[in-house]
């Protein structure tokens, strides 16, 4: 069993707080400003991996090591009540983006545009495979990290009001900052699943959100990398 040493925070608590909030959002935007054109997509994703694999694995053996509830992150079974309709609206969210018609002409050079600078315009076998591994990688990690352990490590000592500006930000910050739309877009989007945790108390439904957008989007750069240019 790990010893408390703040509040309730043991060591291992206190080194996965410095990674979300400080290392990993200066690493990302390092990278960011730091841009390597030649660093392939496959690249990028495992760098990706390896990014979020770090703290996840030091979070799995800190809720061993604790002896901690999986409820604590959010993960309670059977899932409240809160948590079954937040699946309900997670299912209607994702079948309206499935069934949203797809851009043509311009609209869709454009949208190719966008996606090929987000790293989510697929052109090859190999990249759609990495980019699955790391969807349901990243899709159930993120939320579990900068949704379920923040909201639990500053929710006590701050509230939840300030830890869900706190994990916000930490995780719009570690996108990097390719440009201003960007970085807010990543804290507007981040904002609104932390809301959505501290409100529901569940991160299932969340999980399924993200890893299903990720995927259709995914799939869509798959095919729009497909199409020749209007």
């Not at 990014?51 to 059977?78: E, F, H, K, S």
């Amino acid at each position: 069993m790990l010893q408390p040493i703040l509040g309730p925070l043991n060591a291992l608590d206190c080194t996965l707080v410095v990674l979300l909030i400080a290392i990993i959002p200066f690493v990302q935007i390092r990278a960011s400003l730091r841009r390597r054109p030649n660093r392939t997509l496959v690249q990028r994703y495992r760098r990706t991996m390896v990014v979020m694999g770090a703290p996840l694995a030091l979070l799995a053996a800190d809720w061993l090591l604790a002896g901690r509830d999986a409820a604590a992150l959010g993960l309670a079974v059977p899932v409240p009540l809160r948590g079954e309709i937040g699946l309900a609206i997670a299912l209607v969210v994702l079948l309206a983006v499935v069934a949203w018609p797809r851009p043509k002409g311009r609209k869709s050079d454009d949208l190719r545009a966008r996606m090929k600078q987000s790293g989510m315009l697929i052109s090859t076998p190999e990249e759609l495979v990495f980019f699955l591994s790391l969807t349901l990688f990243v899709g159930c990690g993120v939320e579990l990290l900068f949704r379920g352990f923040l909201l639990w490590a500053f929710s006590p000592f701050l509230g939840t009001a300030v830890a869900v500006v706190i994990a916000a930000l930490a995780y719009g910050l570690g996108h990097g900052f390719a440009n201003r739309k960007q970085v807010a877009g990543s804290v507007l989007s981040a904002f609104l699943f932390t809301v959505a945790y501290s409100v529901s108390g569940s991160l299932w439904w969340l999980m399924l959100i993200h890893t299903g957008l990720m995927l259709h989007g995914g799939w869509t750069g798959y095919r729009l990398a497909r199409l020749q240019p209007a």
